[in-house]
């Protein structure tokens, strides 16, 4: 019986359309100490993957084996794009190992650990490992498998497709066997019945998996015998069939998608005429939906593809009372009108020589493709499998994300070359499952989320008296941000809890924040109290790993060792150059502008007794009063700063000795509306010598002074140019294991972008990795070879 469907128009969509999905590019998965680590980010609604301007700050963490964070970026996102790097250096804290890389904005946070995007890369010290006393020691850990006594242990789990099996009828069940370390392997097993009758065999056909039928019989258990490549033999009991109940199952017959429900005599007699709905999802969103009455033992229908996003959907049997009865994840796979293209303008180059690096994006008819790429061209450093299966970001958006635990080699899955690739991707839908996550409540937006989309950097706090806990309300509060590059000044006002905000800041780097609080006279008072600048990390989940030493990263290794032998690169030269000079003595910021006069003390100031002594006889135009001094040409005291801060009185200058002094500064005339009404006599600035200042003595509370972290700055990926030479950076940069790489490629109106970069001097094969989204919301990976020979 085949039923009609009622489609929708995505109905969810309100409920679920502000989630976001995070990927990183990286330009390798292993890298080498002393290396950098680069990276792109894509930040795409999580329903239909288009390009999502929600967040604009990504935090971006490099994680050690011990769960430590050894660095941690806040990444600009513009328009759900970004880029970053980090520097993979011992004196960073960064030592050989596995490590996680991780990275999600903090709106991720209010929907669990499963938008979190997390990425495992191992970093190898190439001296170390190629040293004889290292050498034997990784040798040892690969030979153990890496835990002891489970080299022979093997788990073998069982998924009747769609949830349960049901006596007598024909049911699909897909099979899963790993080794004692979770890893995949091949084995071969018969099905026999509770009377030792044999009734079927299978083999896995990809990385452990596979399937096989079986139509369990009334009264029947049934078991298998499993059998290994090294010879371990295992007896695995499969699942129990139930006497009742309905199952979906899934099959393509001729390019036609086909669910089918089944069920068996017995249930039919209990329920002939039983209401059921079959529900079709994909990412949260509800695609169509369907009530029948079942009369018949199956019923089947056709899942019509262009109704359909492509990747996971999730089709579930609910019975008349909303209770799901059997669930089936299926894989939709459509064909694009996009044709991206990467090509080289040669197949071979000389050691040294210019590449140029055409890419296209446009439609098969020849129409430009708006899309946004990130480019990695890097050395195979003997590896000739040109397959390389880590996780793209077509595998992350249209499969990982989507199912439960670890893939492993995604982007098997996704290689148009193998004719297997939706067969076992069926296989792994079958035994993996879904995340039972988000998607099974779809939760509603509100203004009731703990986190907030962070547009930029917020500073906020309160404002209080100094003995007690009542709010200054309509305080003037003064925030000035200053870095190499940038200075601002922001002032808001107080509510009527004291509270003040300065949102959506956008600032880089190591930046000196100075905020205090004046009251409606103009004068500093209260206490400020801050709340913390950005959210704890999320807490950390990783699996402690050895390095992976298999024959690949063996073979990997011993080039890299060759190729920085051959060139002269020594263990100290791939770190950056270290210089050790004197310490520069920074003077704190000040916001009066250029000061009519300034002092800077020599050996003379041990002959002044104290600090007004000195000020008045080294700064002209100033005059001593009875405990201070003033400028002849006002008749008040002057206002007094002390490292930047406004002094609390004039017995805390007296306290500082003239031999404590770095510099005196003086303003005269009109000042900075910073200051105020408080500067109309004149400023008198005083920088000490490290931990000498009195200002240190009398804690200041309306005042908050500290060095917070803005933005990172990316990086730029440094190739070197014959035209401009750079003996110190060219050096090591004529072994760089990655050659090139881009974080933004984008093609013009027509669909075309150029690059072009000096290749190395290494005699190698190289791979030209590209991966990005179209501006529909396609994921695109392509990947091309060629060679530098002489």
């Known amino acids: 019986m085949v039923t009609s469907l009622s489609f929708l128009q995505a109905q969810d969509k309100k409920a679920i359309s502000d989630i976001e999905k995070v990927y990183l590019h990286t330009d390798r998965s292993i890298y080498f100490m002393g290396e950098d680590l680069w990276y792109k980010a894509y930040n795409v609604r999580s329903y239909n993957h288009l390009l999502f301007d929600n967040s604009n700050i990504l935090y971006v963490e490099l994680i050690s084996a011990d769960s430590k964070i050894i660095a941690r970026n806040k990444t600009n996102l ?162 129990d069939a139930l006497k009742n109940g309905y199952a979906l199952s899934f099959r393509n017959f001729k390019g036609r998608n086909i669910i089918v429900i089944n069920t068996n005599p017995e249930t039919l007699a209990l329920s002939p005429s039983e209401q059921l709905t079959v529900v079709c999802k994909s990412r949260g969103v509800t695609y169509f939906e369907t009530t029948q009455t079942l009369t018949e033992s199956n019923l089947s229908f056709e899942l019509a593809k262009d109704k359909l996003p492509e990747g996971i959907c999730q089709i579930t049997l609910y019975d008349s009372g ?242 920085f032998a051959a060139f002269g690169v020594k263990p100290e030269n791939i770190l950056d150059e270290v210089k050790i000079v004197a310490k520069k003595k920074s003077l704190p910021p000040v916001f009066y502008g250029i000061a009519d006069n300034s002092y800077i003390p020599d050996e003379s100031v041990a002959t002044f007794t104290d600090i007004f002594q000195l000020i008045e006889q080294n700064i002209p135009g100033v005059v001593a009063t009875d405990d201070s001094v003033r400028f002849t040409r006002f008749e008040g005291a002057p206002l007094f700063i002390i490292d930047g801060f406004e002094a609390i009185d004039r017995g805390q200058v007296s306290f500082i000795q003239p031999e404590d002094v770095l510099k005196i500064e003086a303003v005269k005339g009109a000042t900075s509306a910073y200051y105020g009404e408080k500067a109309a006599n004149g400023i008198i600035s005083i920088f000490t010598k490290a931990n000498t200042g009195q200002h240190a003595k009398k804690e200041v509370f309306h005042s908050i002074k500290k060095d917070i972290e803005g933005f990172y700055t990316a990086r730029t990926f440094y190739v070197p140019d014959p035209a401009k030479p750079n003996p110190e950076l060219d050096t090591q940069a004529a072994v760089r294991n990655t050659i090139y790489w881009n974080p933004y490629v984008h093609p013009d109106k027509e669909g075309n972008s150029t690059l072009n970069y000096y290749n190395t001097k290494v005699e190698t094969k190289v791979k030209v990795a590209l991966e990005g989204i179209t501006a529909t919301g396609i994921p695109v990976v392509k990947s091309i070879f060629y060679t530098i020979k002489k």
């Open 322 to 563: 909303s209770k799901p009865l059997s669930e089936r994840l299926v894989y939709i796979e459509k064909e694009h009108d996009l044709d991206v293209q990467i090509t080289t303008d040669k197949a071979t180059y000389q050691p040294n020589e210019k590449a140029i690096i055409n890419v296209t994006s446009k439609s098969k008819a020849g129409l430009g493709k708006s899309a946004s790429f990130s480019l990695s061209v890097t050395d195979r450093n003997g590896v000739t499998e040109e397959k390389d299966d880590d996780s793209t970001i077509s595998s992350y958006y249209l499969m990982e994300s989507d199912i439960r635990g670890k893939v492993h080699n995604p982007a098997y899955y996704f290689d148009a070359k193998n004719p297997k690739r939706l067969e076992h991707l069926d296989n792994l839908l079958l035994t993996q499952g879904w995340r039972d996550f988000l998607w099974k409540t779809a939760p509603k937006i509100n203004d009731s989320v703990s986190y907030i989309a962070e547009k930029g950097i917020t500073i906020s706090g309160r404002v209080k008296q100094l003995l007690g806990d009542k709010a200054l309300v309509n305080n003037t509060m003064t925030l000035a941000l200053m870095n190499k590059k940038h200075f601002n000044i922001f002032n808001a006002i107080t509510d009527s809890e004291g509270g003040f905000k300065f949102e959506n800041l956008m600032f880089s780097g190591k930046t000196g924040m100075f905020l205090n609080s004046r009251n409606a006279k103009g004068k500093f008072r209260g206490e400020l109290v801050l709340d913390p600048i950005e959210q704890n990390p999320i807490g950390i989940s990783i699996e402690n790993k050895a390095i992976h030493w298999d024959i690949t990263t063996r073979m990997l290794v011993d080039n890299v060792y060759r190729k």
């Open 78 to 239: 513009e328009m759900g794009l970004g880029n970053g790097d980090f520097q993979l250096q011992d004196s960073l804290g960064v030592k050989p190992g596995v490590y996680q890389l991780r990275a999600y904005t903090n709106w991720n946070r209010n929907f669990g650990e499963d938008f979190v995007f997390k990425k495992e890369i191992q970093i190898i010290d190439v001296f170390e490992s190629h040293s004889k006393a290292n050498k034997s020691k990784f040798e040892l850990v690969q030979n153990k498998g890496g835990n002891v006594g489970t080299q022979n242990a093997i788990k073998v789990d069982f998924f009747p497709e769609g949830g349960s099996l049901l006596e007598n009828v024909a049911s699909v069940v897909g099979f899963k066997a790993v080794d004692g370390n979770g890893n995949p392997i091949t084995v071969t097993a018969d099905v026999f019945d509770s009377d030792s009758e044999l009734v079927t065999s299978f083999e896995s056909a990809h990385d452990g998996m596979g399937k096989f039928q079986i139509i369990p019989n009334q009264g029947k258990k049934y078991y298998a015998k499993i059998k290994t490549q090294s010879g371990t033999v295992q007896r695995t009991d499969l699942p």
